[in-house]
């Protein structure tokens, strides 16, 4: 009895601390979305369209008017979705990102209409990019790293489109969304999966027949490195597919698959390194971020997959990796540090990242029992 006590006195404080940072972000007035944040200072370096990463701010709001049921919170989402919305139409397969956590995580938390609307016009604009020779949606000519590549070019970071499409797909009763969505997270794990279940980020495929030229990491150690967010985007976009598609059972095996790679790989102390293969030292940069979106697709694993066993293995694991990065690298002000960024090119190499304080609010809140509804 004394040690669940302790353990809800933990997640209490920790989601005390978190809730404490959405509000002192809300409370800066910020023009932009947040981004990428001092962890010193908590000032917010902040990017004035969404970038890839502005459904995480107000994913973050969504939790928080869940949790505490205050009207604050829930205002502020719907102000900032409004912002959002120029985003629908954009060329990017990152709008699954955007409008995942930016709406949907609206309409399962609190049934909001705006955002169901905004969600499913994005997945059906997902939809029309959706490549039939590749089988996949590319990354779009507005995607992030679209700048310094050809048309011919995908990574994993653009699985979790796959989720908004499917969730649109149910709503909609929208037949051809679903197939392209199931279409686009089976082609994925043919690209970017190795047969151990390690990621590799990237691809190049030759637009004419739709096969695979290169595999590669734009931001990665090396070419055949496993980067660490590829592996955990990885394992977020198939389980929450598996989740909205029950019945596709390789969606699961995919899961599981890449997840256990992940259970076999990561460090004592559970916080991933910003590069599986990257040589370790004291100067070695941990990535909280990935850390945080590996602990939430775990969590999530644990409560779909059909072993018993292993279910417990993947909620153990979500937990203490939860607890090593509240313990470690959540400070006073709420801020999780420790993000990795980009170290190839030297950017917010250990920083707050909005999509890292993002995941670790919803698995606290998850494991805390404070979410009505599966996100």
Excluded at 102 to 128: F, T
Excluded at 332 to 353: R, W
């Amino acid at each position: 009895m004394a040690t669940l006590q302790a353990d809800r006195t933990f997640w209490g404080e920790a989601q005390a601390k978190i809730l404490k940072r959405v509000s002192s972000t809300i409370d800066q007035n910020l023009n932009g979305f947040p981004h990428i944040g001092d962890p010193k200072t908590g000032a917010w370096v902040t990017t004035p369209d969404g970038f890839w990463t502005g459904g995480f701010w107000i994913g973050e709001l969504w939790l928080a008017a869940s949790v505490t049921g205050e009207a604050r919170y829930l205002e502020a989402a719907k102000r900032w979705l409004e912002r959002l919305e120029p985003r629908v139409e954009s060329k990017t397969v990152f709008r699954g990102f955007l409008f995942y956590y930016g709406a949907v995580i609206g309409a399962l938390l609190h049934g909001d209409q705006k955002a169901a609307a905004l969600a499913e016009d994005a997945a059906q604009s997902l939809g029309r990019q959706f490549d039939p020779i590749a089988n996949l949606i590319p990354l779009g000519k507005e995607a992030e790293e679209a700048h310094s590549v050809g048309d011919g070019e995908a990574n994993i970071d653009g699985l979790p489109a796959a989720p908004v499409m499917l969730w649109a797909a149910k709503r909609l009763r929208d037949y051809e969304l679903r197939q392209r969505a199931l279409k686009h997270a089976y082609r994925s794990a043919e690209f970017f999966l190795r047969d151990d279940g390690g990621v590799i980020q990237s691809a190049s495929f030759d637009t004419a027949t739709g096969e695979v030229n290169r595999r590669y990491t734009h931001k990665g150690y090396a070419d055949d490195s496993i980067w660490t967010r590829a592996q955990a985007w990885a394992m977020l976009g198939f389980v929450l597919s598996a989740r909205l598609e029950p019945k596709e059972t390789l969606l699961v095996q995919l899961a599981e698959k890449v997840c256990d790679w992940w259970l076999a790989n990561s460090p004592q102390d559970r916080v991933a390194y910003w590069d599986f293969n990257a040589p370790v030292t004291p100067e070695t940069k941990r990535d909280t971020s990935g850390t945080a979106i590996a602990a939430a697709a775990l969590l999530k694993l644990s409560q779909i997959h059909p072993d018993a066993n292993k279910a417990a293995t993947y909620r153990d694991t979500a937990e203490a990796t939860a607890r090593s990065l509240v313990e470690r690298h959540l400070n006073s002000m709420g801020i999780l540090a420790d993000g990795c960024f980009d170290p190839k090119n030297g950017t917010a190499v250990s920083n707050e990242l909005i999509w890292g304080d993002y995941f670790l609010f919803e698995t606290v809140a998850t494991i805390n029992g404070k979410l009505h509804s599966p996100v």
